[in-house]
């Protein structure tokens, strides 16, 4: 049984799903939730809620944000090519100081910006919206999976499946993501936040404003429930 949730940033969102399935006692199947202002994250929050406040051997909030969406993003001083060669240049010396970024080759980020094939899916998306009349109704996608490249495991390949953006007139621009498996105690929230800060960099390099983030999640879990209700409720407090 599916359940939406409406959420006005994304600790709200995270919050709200993760206090359900605290008190629910079981996974939940097909969790959808509309973040309506996913740009809108408080300074203190990645460090305020990291999952290292309940587990201290967890990994950072702030790690989750930086594999699918860079610091270097919002460095406005740069061109899009500076910051894209910026982030890969972050991931390839962090691999050599021996950390493990995700559990496969490659980033989200990497997926969207350097695919093996060479390909950039997120400049492709931003050259064609500048080069379309914002009239057309027009909904962009770029995968972050490929059947050669990942093959089908009961777990640890990329949760993330795909990103859609979703250009109306006069309207502002929408994201859609999909995520096969997620994690309400280490992922979810840094993905919400990453994927605000992914919409926001799209948005500005199009000349739109950022709209709604709606997530679908095809199997939501939660470990150590007690200790996250706790964060949960004060973060819905």
């Not at 910006?113 to 050259?127: C, H, K, P, V, Y």
């Not at 499946?161 to 997620?182: E, I, S, T």
Request: hydrophobic share 35%; charged share 25%; proline share 4%.
């Amino acid at each position: 049984m599916g359940i939406i949730f409406d959420a006005k940033t994304p600790l709200e969102a995270w919050a709200t799903v993760a206090a359900q399935l605290a008190t629910g006692g079981q996974d939940i199947d097909q969790v959808l939730t509309t973040i309506d202002e996913p740009t809108n994250v408080e300074s203190d929050t990645l460090s305020k809620y990291c999952p290292r406040k309940v587990k201290a051997d967890l990994g950072s909030l702030r790690s989750v944000v930086r594999v699918l969406a860079p610091d270097t993003l919002k460095d406005t001083g740069k061109t899009r090519k500076e910051r894209y060669e910026a982030a890969w240049a972050w991931y390839d010396k962090s691999r050599q100081r021996g950390l493990r970024l995700s559990n496969w080759k490659s980033t989200y980020f990497e997926r969207l910006t350097r695919w093996e094939s060479g390909t950039n899916q997120l400049e492709t998306i931003i050259a064609k919206m500048n080069a379309w009349p914002y009239e057309r109704v027009a909904a962009f996608y770029a995968h972050t999976t490929h059947m050669d490249l990942d093959h089908l495991t009961p777990q640890g390949n990329p949760c993330l499946q795909y990103v859609q953006f979703l250009q109306r007139k006069n309207q502002p621009l929408d994201m859609f993501a999909l995520y096969r498996n997620h994690d309400f105690l280490e992922k979810a929230l840094g993905n919400y936040i990453g994927l605000g800060r992914l919409l926001q960099f799209v948005a500005a390099e199009t000349n739109q404003t950022p709209g709604k983030l709606s997530c679908l999640s095809v199997h939501a879990y939660l470990k150590q429930k007690q200790k996250v209700l706790k964060l949960a409720t004060q973060a819905l407090s």
